[in-house]
């Protein structure tokens, strides 16, 4: 079966999201084989997002990902990068909200910014993020 990395962001914990994401997710047909609640600091955040450490909205993103604590999750199942990304839906909540109003974040998102989940978006990004926030277990 397929990992990815399933993260949901400081508006989604603090907004008491927690649960019905999770039901979300079960429903779908993912496995939750490890999960962690933690917060993430300045420096976890930059390394984590490097690849938009050029964009305008950096030090915004770095702030709010830092505003609360974040759930990260290891969901498993067949094609679960793509079929969790689908899930979330557009990056944008307002355009969700139109465009996929049963993804997670025209559910609980906000705007483009504050989207209250994350997906990983390729299989490369799995296992960096994977590992990212997790030991390798013995089994993989
Ligand atoms: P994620 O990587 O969190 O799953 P994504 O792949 O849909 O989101 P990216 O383009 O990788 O979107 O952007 C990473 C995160 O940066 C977004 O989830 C969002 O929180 C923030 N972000 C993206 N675009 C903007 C923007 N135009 N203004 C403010 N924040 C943004």
Redesign the pocket.
Known sequence: KEKTLA?I?PDGVGGNYVDIIKKIILDSGFFITQEMQLQLNEDAVKSF?A??SS???FL??VK??TSGSVLIMVLEKENAIADW?AL?G???ANKAKVTHPKSIRAICGF?????C?????SPQSAVREISFFFEKSSSD
Do not use: A, Q
Request: proline share 4%; glycine share 4%; net charge negative.
């Open positions: 993260m962001k997002y690849e938009h964009k305008s909205f915004d993103l709010y990902m990304r979330i557009p990056t944008d705007n483009s910014e504050r989207n989940v994350h997906g990983s978006d």
